[in-house]
């Protein structure tokens, strides 16, 4: 139970930087109180924990995507928790299985963001998954640019570094440009958001 109590205090220490991660937070810290270890779990169908990175390089200039084939669009690494309750061992895996980077460390073991996301309805290796939210907590990271890149298959096509100004031009999800990605390059550049 360490991981989840860890998690815990951490939502409950973080301090929003915009309304939309204080009403996120408030339902994160409800949901894992009241469901405890079971929202770790994808099977927990409604909601469940999951982990990005966002990563960028050494003069925080660029960011690091993968060509996501679910979402057909380029967007952030990231997965579920599966039962494990350290959402930053679970990001750093994430970030490594889904973009081949071996050079990569944390920033801070602290949340640098934190985001409730709708996951419409889906195929996943041939089965159907409903709709859902995922209660994402993000961590900022660092990698080096001249590691070698490498695709997953299973779940990207292309992985590489832009610059975060184009952002806004490779994505084609808009919520999470104007909510998330802004959000995320705001916070980096000591904005709020």
Known sequence: ???QADL???LREYVPS???EASDRKIM?????SCGRTCFFRDSYLYHFTASSWIVNR???KTLLVYHNIYDS???T????DGEENLLETAVREAKEETGIEHLRPVSGEIFSIEIITVDGHEKHGEYVPSHVHFNVTYLMEADENDALRVKKDENSAVGWFDMDRIGEISTEKWMIERIYGKLISKLSGGTR
Request: include cysteine; charged fraction near 20%; aromatic fraction near 8%.
């Open 18 to 20: 915009c309304e939309q």
């Open 8 to 10: 815990l205090q951490s």
């Open 1 to 3: 139970m360490e991981g």
């Open 74 to 76: 380029w967007s952030w």
């Open 59 to 61: 003069e925080r200039t």
């Open 78 to 81: 990231g997965g579920h928790a």
């Open 29 to 33: 810290i409800s949901c894992l109180e």
